[in-house]
């Protein structure tokens, strides 16, 4: 690079392409919403650069020199070619990535999303990996903020603005049992708060169901409580305790294990599943991608709330 390219200012271009446009400083000046002085004093600056006057007067109208006519057009197209890069998205080829998007799951979700997922990532973008993480509710904005998270799939959150989100599906509750237990063949509220039961607590937390029956004085018999909802499938699966779990994942269980599943036998509200991500992270292509893929996986596996 010679000493002129390196003093040049690219600045001063848009100053020169405006003067030849609008014939003066003044003009120049209201289309690039600069003061006349500073317009004044660009323009100096490109004739000490160039060494040539760029523009004589005549008249109200500063006409172009030689040189500037000669220039024109590569100035105009370069500063044509910087303003539309700066407009213009790159065409993302997922094929192309070699990326890993870590995400925030549950064990159930995880379940449900990740073969869809992975089946389409193989396909569209091979050298994508894909990392899932457990997470506390209360961790995930700092998280998702520092970019040790891309992407978190949980119920309703409690996070600042800078974490944007999107409902994704809302889901229901169901109860799984052996195919072969009494109540199999009709379960009924009473029934089900004498039955025993294992609950889910990955984390150490409050069961979120028992809170919320104990909210409205309704409480079960837990003789059981395990880290991961496989395990408690299982376990239902072989003895008589009941396990109330997403429709979604009963459904999906049924289909390895040998369990029944009926709807729960109390009212409960459906739940929303929503998406997390931070706003920094919005408009990158790639990421907007898998945010997509992650979404339509979501969709696919949670089945509609009504009926069993």
Known sequence: MDRLEQRIDLNLF????????????????????????????????????????????????????????????????????????????????????????????????????????????????????????????????????AGTLDLVVDRPLSAGPQILRRRLADESLAVVMRQAHPLAAALRRGDYLAARHVAVSALGEPNALDLLLGQSGIFRQVQLVCQHYFSACQIAAATDLLLTVPRSYALHLAALLPIAVRPLPIHLKSFPILAYWHESTDADPAHAWFRQCVIEAIGAGVAPADGV
């Open 14 to 145: 848009r100053v020169l392409h405006a003067i030849h446009a609008y014939g003066g400083v003044s003009a120049a000046a209201r289309a690039l919403h600069l003061t006349q002085p500073a317009v004044t004093h660009a323009l100096r600056r490109l004739r000490d650069l160039l060494g040539d006057p760029l523009f004589v007067r005549q008249g109200n109208r500063l006409l172009p020199t030689a040189k500037t006519r000669a220039m024109m057009p590569s100035v105009r197209a370069h500063l044509e070619g910087l303003h539309a890069s700066l407009h213009t998205q790159p065409q993302l080829e997922p094929a192309q990535l070699e990326l890993q998007f870590t995400v925030g799951f549950r064990d159930i979700l995880e379940s449900i999303a990740l073969p869809a997922l992975l089946a389409r990532i193989g396909r569209e973008a091979p050298r994508v990996r894909v990392a899932s993480h457990r997470i506390a509710a209360g961790e995930v904005e700092r998280e998702l903020r």
